[in-house]
């Protein structure tokens, strides 16, 4: 399964976004759907998750109460809502899916089989 990230773009902080995943060639039923996020000079960094049953893990303590994951089997297509953007959520986010992920490891970047190009989502103060 091909994985494309959209949605990014510069917003001021206290501002929105949201970012969607879409699927191509294969469908996201049975996958968990991760969202992380890089920032400059920093290592990749769990935000959320949803696993196929609907079960979410997260999101981070930082984005808790602002940022929300939710997924649409029928448009293959998950989606991270972000709310009240702060300027150290500047990033570029990908999408990640896996369908053998166990609950112990879904924090885990290396756990994802798939993932998306990224998507750049720059707050500014």
């Known amino acids: 399964v091909q994985l494309q990230a959209s949605g990014g773009g510069l917003v001021q902080a206290g501002g929105s976004l949201r970012l969607s995943c879409s699927a191509s060639g294969g469908t996201f039923r049975g996958y968990t759907i991760g969202w992380f996020r890089q920032a400059p000079g920093k290592e990749r960094e769990f935000v959320v998750a949803?696993?196929?049953?609907?079960?979410?893990?997260g999101p981070t303590d930082s984005v808790k109460g602002r940022f929300t994951i939710s997924r649409d089997n029928t448009k293959n297509t998950v989606y991270l809502q972000m709310n009240n953007l702060k300027p150290e959520d500047t990033a570029v986010y990908y999408c990640?899916?896996?369908?053998?992920?166990?609950?112990?490891?879904?924090?885990?970047?290396?756990?994802?089989?798939?993932w998306g190009q990224g998507t750049l989502v720059t707050v500014s103060s």
């Open positions: 990640a899916a896996g369908n053998r992920i166990i609950l112990s490891n879904i924090r885990n970047p290396t756990a994802y089989d798939h």
């Open positions: 949803s696993r196929s049953t609907g079960t979410i893990t």
